[in-house]
């Protein structure tokens, strides 16, 4: 029997950049994108992080790139992809993981948090998509892939503007979708469930039942790992996915389905 194509091949060479990569979900998409044979941008207002993913992926035999960058700052993302294609050449695969939350009740929260909540994990996705999309649409050719999150989708208590914020992410990456599937780019959204990272660690600090909470909603009977999300995000920037655009994938262990 014939074995099918191996899609991984189709990301050998190619230039990602991903954001939020110092830890957690992002770091674990750096790290399987350069498994894939991507040359992964490690991109991250944490520069110690930074260096330690690009650590590790030079310890699997990967390329990688610390580029430091806050993507709340419009001209610093500029700055960073400018810097990434000095060094490699233009992106073809973008990857935004990039988030931040607090939990509390809506009605405790402050308007300087819902600011940097919006700035952060909304905010930040517009300005990485709208500096890397003029080369992808020159050479007719790009992936992107955003996490949201099934707050998103379902909302969140203790989480009113982040999964707000994740909402309009998913909606953004339905329209960009639509605006450029005729010039060969894609734009997919994941959305992880309860997923254990440094920001679900905080979200539970206050209240450790919520963990054991959660396992027992998940109908897989654990939380997720970082490791989890990463190779369906691969697959989504890989040309296995190439006729998949618009779409928003929960990788939640059933815990949202659709």
């Keep these: 029997m014939q074995a099918g194509p191996d899609w991984r091949q189709s990301l050998a060479g190619r230039v990602a950049l991903v954001t939020g990569a110092a830890s957690g979900i992002g770091r674990a998409i750096a790290l399987e994108l350069g498994r894939w044979g991507a040359r992964v941008a490690v991109a991250d207002i944490d520069d110690a992080g930074a260096i330690e993913t690009v650590a590790q992926l030079g310890a699997q035999g990967s390329e990688g790139l610390a580029v430091p960058v806050d993507v709340t700052d419009y001209a610093a993302v500029q700055r960073a992809f400018a810097f990434v294609r000095a060094q490699w050449g233009p992106v073809d695969v973008l990857v935004n993981a990039a988030g931040w939350d607090t939990p509390e009740r809506f009605v405790d929260s402050a308007p300087a948090t819902w600011e ?28 992107i892939v955003n996490i949201a999150s099934d707050a998103g989708r379902v909302g969140s208590s203790g989480e009113a503007v982040y999964s707000a914020a994740k909402g309009g992410v998913i909606a953004f990456t339905k329209t960009i979708a639509r605006e450029t599937a005729r010039q060969g780019i894609t734009v997919n959204c994941v959305c992880p469930g309860p ?64």
């Design 116 to 143: 940097r909540v919006l700035a952060v994990n909304l905010k930040g996705v517009i300005h990485t998509t709208h500096v890397a999309l003029p080369a992808m649409l020159e050479r007719r050719y790009g992936r």
């Design 195 to 258: 997923t254990e990272t440094p920001l679900l660690a905080r979200f539970t600090a206050a209240n450790p039942g919520l963990v054991e909470a959660l396992r027992r909603a998940i109908p897989m009977g654990r939380l997720g790992q970082p490791a989890d999300i990463a190779p369906a995000v691969a697959f989504l920037a890989s040309d296995g996915a190439a006729f998949i655009t618009g779409q928003t994938l929960s990788v939640s262990g059933g815990l949202t389905m659709s």
